[in-house]
């Protein structure tokens, strides 16, 4: 299974960006979907995340009240809308669909995001 992600590009600091996750090959609905970056030299970190077997939702600190998850599920989307964005926001990110199984672990291909002056 693969996930597209896309969106990423180039902005200057207090932007926004919106990123898209999708697939045709399995429902994101009936996975927790996650939004991770890396940045150059940075080990991987999580964004944010939702899981639909609760709802609950996690968002690190660092994008707390500036990034959002939201989902689309006719169209099997699932966005991240960031504001006031920041250099330090500078990463590529990736989307992940985390199922079940061991082996429901999915990972988009990633968008680069840059944000510079």
């Known amino acids: 299974v693969q996930l597209q992600a896309s969106g990423g590009g180039s902005v200057q600091p207090g932007g926004s960006l919106r990123l898209s996750c999708t697939t045709s090959e399995i429902r994101l609905d009936d996975y927790a979907i996650g939004w991770f970056r890396q940045a150059p030299g940075k080990e991987r970190e999580g964004v944010s995340c939702?899981?639909?077997?609760?709802?609950?939702?996690y968002t690190a600190d660092s994008v707390q009240g500036r990034f959002t998850m939201s989902g689309d599920s006719a169209k099997n989307i699932v966005y991240l809308q960031m504001n006031s964005l920041k250099p330090e926001d500078t990463a590529v990110y990736f989307c992940?669909?985390?199922?079940?199984?061991?082996?429901?672990?999915?990972w988009g291909q990633g968008t680069q995001v840059t944000v510079s002056s």
């Open positions: 939702i899981s639909p077997s609760d709802g609950s939702r």
């Open positions: 992940n669909a985390d199922g079940p199984g061991p082996e429901d672990d999915y």
